[in-house]
Nanobody, 118 residues
């Protein structure tokens, strides 16, 4: 059973940056595609960014394109999300999990809270 532990969130002013990390254990990370998701208060969890087996192949929701960058380090069993030019509407709990193209999600971790003040 995979375990997913997210970290790196915090409180930041609009325009600031954060780098989120997701440590994956219990499975061979390199064999899967990965994604970051977020859930704002009162809203459903949404896909934010995805990365294929090749680190060069990535995808993003339109609202974060040009600001967020997803990456992976298979040797460290870690998926990253670099977030720049943060906006108040980016405020949410951020989670990592399998990319939807890989099928059903693993059990969700606790996520990491990102709060962007205006």
């Amino acid at each position: 059973q995979a375990q997913l532990v997210e970290s790196g969130g915090g409180l930041v002013q609009a325009g600031g940056s954060l780098r989120l990390s997701c440590v994956v254990s219990g499975i061979t990370m390199s064999q899967h595609r990965w994604a970051w998701f977020r859930q704002a208060p009162g809203k459903e969890r949404q896909f934010v960014a995805g990365i294929m087996w090749s680190a060069e192949s990535t995808s993003y929701v339109d609202s974060v394109k040009g600001r967020f960058t997803i990456s992976r380090d298979n040797a460290k069993n870690t998926v990253y999300l670099q977030m720049n030019s943060l906006k108040p509407e980016d405020t949410a709990v951020y989670f990592c999990n399998l990319h939807p193209a890989d099928g059903a999600a693993w059990a969700w971790g606790r996520g990491t809270q990102v709060t962007v003040s205006s």
